[in-house]
Nanobody, 127 residues
Framework: VQLVESGGGLVQAGESLRLSCATSGFSFADYTIGWFRQAPGKEREGVALISGVGDTTYYDDSVKGRFTISSDAAKSMVYLQMNNVKPEDTAVYYC?????????????????????WGQGTQVTVSS
């Protein structure tokens, strides 16, 4: 299971940014893919999840209505469109894959028992 994030950078509050996650080494449709973030001094937290077939998405309340997770199964890519970003969105963003279908457990949002992680991409939002 391999994942590589890209697209991070420095943006101003209110602007938009799109993160990409290139995946390989596994059957995309069998996994749930998640975006996570970790800010300095804070715990890792889940931001959004998407089923491998791309038909179901889930969001943390902190990003609902601003971020959109999507996927392109043909390209084995997952995206995170970040709109109206805020300084509190500043963090290293990671994508991760889990061989299962999400059905509600909270620990999924903590990044527990995922099968693979990317190296992360830094997102910095200035005020």
């Amino acid at each position: 299971v391999q994942l590589v994030e890209s697209g991070g950078g420095l943006v101003q509050a209110g602007e938009s940014l799109r993160l990409s996650c290139a995946t390989s080494g596994f059957s995309f449709a069998d996994y749930t893919i998640g975006w996570f973030r970790q800010a300095p001094g804070k715990e890792r937290e889940g931001v959004a999840l998407i089923s491998g077939v791309g038909d179901t998405t889930y969001y943390d309340d902190s990003v609902k209505g601003r971020f959109t997770i999507s996927s392109d199964a043909a390209k084995s890519m997952v995206y995170l469109q970040m709109n109206n970003v805020k300084p509190e969105d500043t963090a290293v963003y990671y994508c991760a894959a889990k061989l299962a279908a999400y059905n509600g457990p909270h620990y999924w949002w903590l990044g527990i028992d995922y099968d693979g992680w990317g190296q992360g991409t830094q997102v910095t939002v200035s005020s």
